[in-house]
């Protein structure tokens, strides 16, 4: 039976000992954190949830309906408790569970890594950052403590601070909230989460009205002639003569140190610009590591697989690229500039980026090439649109993206060297590099 104290304030608190009062038929599931009372006709248990101050006024009922016992003893204490406070609502004091919002964090990356958090995938780490924002908007809350108005918050400074991004970013930053929660809450059953929570999680959806869909110009290849102006920027910065600058005033050298950030960079998006043509997206630049690059003083390619569609298949999808030779120059180029690190490209603090920051920093070099229009994202579609219009096959398309194989029969085929990439490469190089070919060879 659940004993229980009352206090001056009228609130009732569970003893865990032998003081306070019985009261007749409630009963306490320690698993479950949750109350329950018994049919005597039925011998079942009558589950009766987590609220303390519910769960007396269910037995109060009970205890005066057909199937309770007539015993007076075993009815008064419930009886009194509840007609003392008839006329006023028990208030009752919840405690705050020991879990809270960065352990369901913490335990999903755990899970996520085999309880290896060091080795965090960089989509991980994004998706640590993102969750990290719901938790400095709302705080860390304990588990049992997150209400319907912790979302609305959420929901509000996602919509001001997001107010010009696409329904996806917004959807992006909501449903991993939704995945984090409803993880934990699957995983770990003797957490005590408010009921509800899930529904809660997702009522943002009702509000984004229309389903994203990408726009028609998003589909297109980045026009031959605003890809030469893109380079023909980079390379306006990468050979400014910082040396002949003037070094005499506290002027000249700030003068100096933003040419030579604009230096840095001209020869960093010399590199970029060439690689991500050979299909690779925003956040692959971000990701993609010098083990990546493989036989880059020979007949280099690269080897990375993508790892979007990871947590739907179970693996990373496999790509093998061919790299142009004069890609292969202007990595050289940027390697000898810049003692390498692990990631290949690197922000102003020689930190890998991350796809806001990278973005950004195009927006930077379209807007001094003089055009607004075209993104990276064009420069990715490039090979897609040439395969098509040379009808070259789907599954050369996917391998090329990084796409999984769509066709059922694509379960038998095994994986494929640099060389099955070359014919589409090439085609890049004599639309967009004035005929360059690859030279890779099995």
Known sequence: MVRLILQPDGTFLRSETSNGQEIAGLHYHKHNRSYYTINPKTSKREPLGRDL??????????????????????????????????????????????????????????????DEPNSLTPNLIATKRAFAKSIKCVGNLPVNQITNDDFLKWQKHINKTYKNATVRTIRNHHSIVHRILSFAKRKNRQWDFPVGLLERSTDWQDDCGTPYREKPINKEPMPVAVFNRCLKQAEQWATIDVDAMPNNTQRHKASRKVA?????????????????????????????QWSNIIDLDGNAYYDFPREKMKHKTGYAIDRKTPLLPSCIKALKAWRKYELATKYVFRNASKAPFDSSVLSTAFLKLRKAAGFKQWTLKHLRNVGGTLAD??????????????????????????????????????????????????????
């Open 389 to 442: 219009q040379n009808a070259m096959s789907e599954m050369v398309v996917d391998r090329f993206l990084g796409h999984t194989l769509k066709a059922a029969r694509s379960k038998y085929f095994g994986s494929v060297d640099p060389t099955y990439l070359s014919d589409l490469v090439t085609k890049i190089g004599a639309e967009h590099f004035d005929g360059e070919a690859v030279t890779v060879t099995k």
């Open 53 to 114: 101050r519910a769960a007396v006024a269910a037995v109060a009922d009970v205890l005066d309906g057909e199937w309770w016992s007539d015993d007076l003893s075993m009815r008064k204490p419930v009886v009194e408790i509840r007609e003392k406070h008839s006329q006023q609502p028990i208030p009752i004091q919840v405690e705050h569970s020991k879990e809270r919002l960065s352990d369901c964090l913490s335990f999903y990356l755990n899970w996520e890594t085999n």
């Open 260 to 288: 030579r950030d604009r230096q840095r960079m001209g020869i960093q998006w010399n590199a970029m610009l060439r690689l991500v043509i050979h299909g690779l997206a925003t956040v692959d630049l971000c990701r993609i």
